[in-house]
């Protein structure tokens, strides 16, 4: 690590554009405010308030249509935030204008666009990366890198569960239809298998699912379990629920999926907010006011992020992930690993760019790897479909893995 750190020092910052200054550039904003590797010269978005916004905080360029903010000489890589379907054109454009490209999860919505994406920036010689990712969350990196030492042997099982609000968030309407990317499969699942999937070795073998679809005004799926299997014998359980009752927050001593402190007296502010809109536009209008130009920026969180409650079984030991850090579970003792902060939660994404871009040396997170998450992804669709068993074909392993995907 100290290697690449020398190396960024004696680097100027990375020129990087952005491609939808929504929700999603949102989340990302405090870590890249944070974070002197990086500067931000010019954006790309439809409405004007956002635009205008951004020239004001930040002095740089703005554009109304991608292939312009793509044709900009000096912005070195892109961060695309747009909404899910629209990934495979904006990453198409940038890849053709030889841009180097930071998605957002998921890669896209259907197998043979993500294929398409991956194989543009292949052939055009850019790095495309997937994320923000939990998967690149600093407790979950740094339970990698234990794994990765060897200490506590390969890895057997992974149980990981979250408890959350997210069907009752605003939503567009598209947000509620599975076929446009909708529901918790795209948006959340890939989290969970991102997460799984690095710890796991990366190669899962089959999956076997069932998703939940409980309300009729919000018709898609709000909840899965699904066991992952990968190849070398080591399997994973994940849950989720999106329903907005129970908060496995509580057993993340409530700090939020965004490292923020939460207080469990504003339970079912998510419902109660919902329950005053009238109609699907007053929804989008009420997810309007939570982006760039119409709320105000937060400052980094003090704790990392995380998605909900996850041990890893080992050979010597059992590793529990929380929002500071890894608790180690050995034979005969037990002990807390602090995971370094940097410059905010979403400081490892930033690294993982910079090092792709500068260094040519891309995480395990790139588009093959956003691929396979994706492909994940609609194996528990089919799965909770057919009430079968999903085999999976285009896995690929993470980097330097120590565990029993590669046993």
């Given at each position: 690590m100290s290697s690449n750190s020398e190396c960024w020092s004696e680097q100027p910052p990375l020129r990087l554009g952005v491609i939808g200054l929504g929700r999603g550039f949102m989340l990302t904003?405090?870590?890249?405010?944070?974070?002197?590797?990086?500067?931000?010269?010019?954006?790309?978005?439809?409405?004007?308030?956002?635009?205008?916004?951004?020239?004001?905080?930040?002095?740089?360029?703005?554009?109304?249509?991608?292939?312009?903010?793509?044709?900009d000489p000096d912005?070195?890589?892109?961060?695309?935030?747009?909404?899910?379907?629209?990934?495979?054109?904006?990453?198409?454009?940038?890849?053709?204008?030889?841009?180097?490209?930071?998605?957002?999860?998921?890669?896209?919505?259907?197998?043979?666009?993500?294929?398409?994406?991956v194989e543009a920036c292949e052939q055009a010689g850019v790095q495309l990366i997937v994320?923000?990712?939990?998967?690149?969350?600093?407790?979950?990196?740094?339970?990698?890198?234990?794994?990765?030492?060897?200490?506590?042997?390969?890895?057997?099982?992974?149980?990981?569960?979250?408890?959350?609000?997210?069907?009752?968030?605003?939503?567009?309407?598209?947000?509620?239809?599975?076929?446009?990317?909708?529901?918790?499969?795209?948006?959340?699942?890939?989290?969970?298998l991102d997460i799984v999937?690095?710890?796991?070795?990366?190669m899962v073998k089959t999956i076997t699912a069932a998703t939940g679809n409980w309300d009729p005004e919000r018709s898609t799926e709000g909840a899965y379990s699904a066991l992952v299997c990968f190849e070398g014998g080591a399997f994973a359980s994940l849950t989720y629920s999106g329903y907005a009752h129970f908060d496995s927050d509580v057993w993340q001593d409530w700090v939020g999926e965004l490292g923020y402190p939460k207080d469990p007296a504003n339970y079912g502010q998510a419902r109660i907010a919902l329950s005053k809109v009238s109609s699907p536009q007053e929804e989008v209008a009420l997810k309007s006011g939570r982006t760039y130009g119409e709320t105000p920026v937060r400052p980094?969180?003090?704790?990392?992020?995380?998605?909900?409650?996850?041990?890893?079984?080992?050979?010597?030991?059992?590793?529990?992930?929380?929002?500071?850090?890894?608790?180690?579970?050995?034979?005969?003792?037990?002990?807390?690993?602090?995971?370094?902060?940097?410059?905010?939660?979403?400081?490892?994404v930033?690294?993982?760019?910079?090092?792709?871009?500068?260094?040519?040396?891309?995480?395990?997170?790139?588009?093959?790897w956003g691929l396979a998450t994706l492909e994940a992804c609609h194996a528990i669709l089919q799965s909770a479909e057919?009430?079968?068993?999903?085999?999976?074909?285009?896995q690929i392993p993470s980097k330097e893995t120590n565990t029993g995907g590669n046993s």
């Open positions: 904003l405090p870590s890249l405010l944070a974070d002197e590797r990086v500067k931000l010269i010019a954006a790309c978005a439809p409405r004007a308030s956002s635009r205008a916004a951004f020239e004001k905080e930040f002095g740089g360029r703005t554009y109304d249509r991608v292939e312009d903010i793509c044709a912005v070195e890589a892109v961060y695309i935030a747009t909404p899910h379907q629209m990934h495979v054109d904006h990453v198409s454009i940038a890849a053709r204008a030889g841009k180097h490209v930071l998605v957002e999860k998921p890669l896209a919505i259907s197998l043979e666009d993500g294929i398409k994406m994320g923000p990712s939990h998967s690149f969350d600093g407790a979950v990196s740094l339970a990698h890198d234990i794994i990765q030492s060897g200490k506590v042997g390969r890895v057997r099982m992974i149980q990981a569960l979250n408890y959350t609000d997210f069907l009752y968030r605003p939503r567009r309407p598209e947000e509620l239809v599975t076929a446009e990317g909708g529901g918790v499969i795209f948006s959340q699942a890939v989290h969970q999937r690095l710890l796991g070795g990366g980094p969180a003090p704790h990392h992020e995380h998605f909900g409650p996850i041990v890893v079984s080992c050979e010597g030991g059992d590793l529990r992930i929380t929002a500071d850090g890894v608790w180690l579970h050995g034979d005969f003792e037990q002990k807390f690993i602090p995971a370094p902060m940097h410059a905010g939660p979403r400081s490892e930033v690294s993982a760019l910079i090092s792709a871009v500068h260094l040519n040396a891309p995480p395990s997170q790139t588009g093959r057919t009430a079968g068993t999903v085999k999976l074909v285009h």
